[in-house]
């Protein structure tokens, strides 16, 4: 048998690249019988008829990593993708990419994409409270080439998701990292301002620097309903960090009295916004938890 990785799945077909072959291969039956599904990025073992370069997936090597959206595995770190403008910045919906990335224990980086676009300053505003809140970010810009080089030395010899809402410059982004990969674009909604579709599935995509990247659909929401009221605290770094001094050992930063985090934010140690979307996600749980 043969080693390789499955690079995408489309309707029921795994493409797993072994060296510089890529095989169409089907997944034994026993997958299904397990309700066990192959998943781009995988490790995998093919059994190969040479004659037609097909084959089956006979088995799937531990993974080390698992993301439920998109459904990848073993991917080392995510980068985040947000425009600067066009679309606006959707920063609860950025808190939720970080939990997400977090909690499945990826090494993050925020990309603040279309620089060039920040005319108002909202864009230094956005970076300043998360490089405050102790995340790694780049500024990039397709047009000025603004950050690329710094996001070429991050992706080498990782494998990387790429996640943001549509329309953010995610592929615009790869194509400029590698000018072979011709990605399709979108263009941005005058109706909505919102981004286009354009990644139908999971695609792994090698890289000539070395590393792979995994190209994404978009996304308008993130599930949590997997986290309880007291995990929620460790995906905000400044939040969880600045709870060691409260009155109360189970606080959660609410409603209790000597709390060290709401005095953060009163001061402007923690970003008020950060906190408020703490607070909504916190709510969600409760209600989640509720039903």
Not at 149 to 166: H, N
Not at 169 to 186: D, E, M, P, V, Y
Not at 229 to 243: A, G, N, P, R, V
Request: glycine share 8%.
């Amino acid at each position: 048998m043969l080693e390789g990785i499955i690079i995408k799945g489309i309707g029921g077909f795994y493409y797993v690249k072994v060296e510089n072959k890529v095989y169409e291969c089907r997944a034994r039956g026993l997958f299904r019988k397990n309700k066990t599904i192959p998943l781009t990025g995988d490790r995998v073992l093919i059994r190969v008829n040479e004659e037609d370069n097909t084959g089956y997936v006979e088995q799937i090597l531990d993974r080390i990593t698992e993301l439920k959206r998109p459904p990848v595995s073993n991917v080392n770190q995510a980068i985040i993708v947000f425009a600067a403008q066009k679309p606006e910045p959707n920063l609860w919906l950025l808190d939720r990419f970080l939990l997400l990335a977090s909690y499945q224990e990826l090494d993050v980086i925020i990309c603040i994409n279309k620089y060039d676009l920040d005319t108002d300053g909202k864009a230094d505003e956005i970076y300043n409270i998360y490089h405050n809140a102790g995340y790694k970010i780049v500024k990039t810009s397709c047009e000025t080439k603004q950050g690329i080089d710094e996001i070429k030395d991050l992706l080498k010899d990782k494998i990387t998701v790429f996640a943001g809402p549509s329309g953010v410059g995610k592929s615009t982004l790869l194509n400029n990292i590698q000018s072979n990969l011709k990605l399709q674009t979108g263009d941005i909604s005058h109706k909505t301002s919102r981004g286009k579709h354009t990644t139908r599935h999971v695609e792994l995509i090698e890289l000539d620097l070395g590393g792979w990247v995994v190209d994404t659909p978009g996304f308008s929401t993130l599930d949590i309903d997997f986290l309880n009221e007291k995990e929620l605290q460790y995906y905000f770094i400044e939040i969880f960090d600045k709870s060691n001094s409260c009155r109360f050992s189970g606080c959660s930063h609410h409603k209790e009295p000597g709390c060290a985090v709401k005095e953060a934010v009163d001061n402007g140690e923690i970003s008020k916004l950060r906190y408020e979307n703490y607070l909504s996600m916190l709510q969600e749980i409760k209600d989640i938890r509720r039903y």
